[in-house]
């Protein structure tokens, strides 16, 4: 069965990552390349891993996290959707059976908080892992004197990390926050949509989902 090893070799995936990468830099926005994609697909594998789901599902979901931002080659807007359309053509190419890409291409097209729903495990465990990743590495602006507001935000998480518990069914984002770069509710301001995604996620794999910013519980 196809692994997300075998996808990471895969020549056509490298170079739609770092080209999509370029674009969005090109753009004004945060890092989106091989180090958030790798962060996302362990995290959610490491969700479904943690709540006892099946290991293949776990593998799923870490391929999903790894291509799911692959449509920002082409555009930003919708990439969820053209992202899911790339990688169906891909995993196909691969040898992966259909089932599994319907399951893969599905959370692809639903990770983003505009239109994306928990439509299985799989796509639950992708939102909760790529709305995670808030941290002051991904800026890649170097003059905070022209930071933007996601700019700022990011450039203020000093830690960010999920915390799977399976016995009290919880599924924590726990932030570290320098409020001297940026007050609290500036996360709320760009950020609230995605908590809400990440609650009805969390919800799907009949989780609470929990939000703790600088010791404190806010959700």
Request: charged share 25%.
């Amino acid at each position: 069965m196809l692994t997300l090893a075998d996808v990471k070799k895969d020549p056509m995936v490298e170079a739609f990552i770092k080209k999509s990468n370029e674009h969005l830099g090109t753009l004004g926005y945060t890092e989106h390349g091989f180090r958030h994609l790798g962060l996302v697909a362990a995290i959610a594998k490491n969700i479904l891993d943690r709540l006892g789901h099946p290991e293949r599902e776990g593998e799923l979901a870490a391929i999903a996290g790894y291509l799911h931002d692959i449509g920002n080659a082409i555009n930003r807007q919708e990439h969820g959707l053209t992202g899911a359309l790339l990688a169906a053509q891909i995993l196909e190419r691969l040898g992966m059976d259909y089932e599994e890409i319907a399951i893969v291409i599905s959370a692809i097209g639903n990770h983003e908080e505009q239109y994306g729903q928990p439509v299985n495990n799989v796509a639950a465990a992708l939102i909760l892992a790529d709305k995670s990743d808030v941290h002051r590495s991904r800026v890649r602006n170097q003059d905070p004197a022209t930071y933007d507001i996601h700019d700022r935000v990011n450039s203020a998480v000093e830690h960010s990390f999920v915390w799977v518990n399976e016995q009290k069914r919880t599924i924590t984002l726990e932030l570290i926050i320098n409020t001297d770069i940026c007050p609290v509710m500036e996360y709320f301001e760009i950020f609230l949509s995605r908590m809400v995604l990440c609650r009805k996620a969390a919800e799907f794999l009949k989780c609470r989902f929990e939000l703790v910013i600088n010791g404190t519980k806010l959700l």
